[in-house]
Nanobody, 123 residues
Framework: QVQLVDSGGGLVQAGGSLRLSCAAS????????MGWFRQAPGKEREFVAA????????YYADSVKGRFTISGNNAKNTVYLQMNSLKPEDTAVYYC????????????????WGQGTQVTVSS
């Protein structure tokens, strides 16, 4: 079982930046990919970005491509989501997730979830 603790959310103006962090503990060797989802009020949870631990490959949702960057620190078992050029439509609760691969993560077949961190972008 992998435990995830995500943090770094907050209130920012449109065009601003935030960096989210997700610290993993427990049986992290069993998780080969980590990533982020988000859920806006009244909407379903959606995939945002993921990174594969073994080769560093990444995958992004079209809505954030070019603005968000996911990265990881293997030694610290921590994943980051750098969010630039934020828009009001990025407002959501962001959840860290772990999965066996990027492919399974994109299908929401995750093994663990973080508790979520609120990101609010004002216009």
């Amino acid at each position: 079982q992998v435990q995830l603790v995500d943090s770094g959310g907050g209130l920012v103006q449109a065009g601003g930046s935030l960096r989210l962090s997700c610290a993993a503990s427990g049986r992290t060797f069993s998780s080969y990919a980590m990533g982020w989802f988000r859920q806006a009020p009244g909407k379903e949870r959606e995939f945002v970005a993921a990174i594969n631990w073994s080769d560093g490959s990444t995958y992004y949702a079209d809505s954030v491509k070019g603005r968000f960057t996911i990265s990881g620190n293997n030694a610290k078992n921590t994943v980051y989501l750098q969010m630039n050029s934020l828009k009001p439509e990025d407002t959501a609760v962001y959840y860290c997730a772990a999965a066996t691969s990027i492919a399974t993560m994109r299908l929401s077949l995750t093994t663990s979830w973080g508790q979520g961190t609120q990101v609010t972008v004002s216009s």
